[in-house]
């Protein structure tokens, strides 16, 4: 599928207009309902496709934050053959107790993948559990920047990365 086909069909299935509060608590006239690319498999596939293209050599892992990463994460290892990993908001207190679940050594070269990125708080959160167990992040990439934030966080970070779409390719007015 054609990157503007791709765009604006997320717009066209995912794009919601109301009063909503994101993950972040700031309060927007519009969301990118992302479970709704997520579960598609049409849009999952196209969505992985690009992501993948954006991965650097060396890249020795896929890692996505739980929940809306781990479908991305999946998609993308099955795309480009890549093992990966899942990288939990907190551990659970049970089990193996871990709060990156599947295989690794420390040192490897890891592409964490989002969904939507407003300040990037979640991917910041995932970079540092992962940075903490050994693993190089050697890239972020979200698939809509809603350009609130997100770069400047990023890049703040030390972290190299990159958005498939922003939101003004997705044709969507700034929040006020």
Avoid at 28 to 41: A, G, N, V
Avoid at 62 to 70: F, P, Q, S, T
Avoid at 99 to 104: D, K, S, T
Wanted: charged share 30%; proline share 3%; glycine share 10%.
């Amino acid at each position: 599928m054609e990157r503007k086909q791709l765009a604006a069909l997320i717009k066209e299935r995912t794009y919601k207009e109301g009063d909503f509060t994101l993950s972040s608590g700031r309060k927007s006239h519009y969301i990118i309902d992302k479970y709704l690319f997520e579960t598609d498999p049409e849009l999952l596939k196209a969505v992985a496709a690009e992501m993948a293209a954006r991965i650097p050599e060396g890249t020795d892992r896929i890692a996505g934050v739980e929940l809306g990463g781990v479908p991305l994460a999946t998609a993308v290892s099955l795309e480009t053959g890549k093992p990966f990993i899942i990288v939990k908001k907190e551990s659970k207190g049970y089990g193996t107790n871990k709060v990156v679940e599947g295989a690794y050594k420390p040192g490897e070269n890891v592409v964490l993948v989002e969904d939507v990125l407003t300040t990037a708080g979640q991917a910041l959160k995932g970079a540092r559990r992962l940075q903490d167990i050994g693993l190089k992040v050697q890239k972020l990439i979200g698939v809509v920047d809603r350009q609130e934030g997100a770069a400047e966080n990023i890049e703040e970070a030390g972290i190299p990365w990159e958005a498939v779409f922003t939101r003004e390719d997705l044709g969507i007015e700034a929040s006020a």
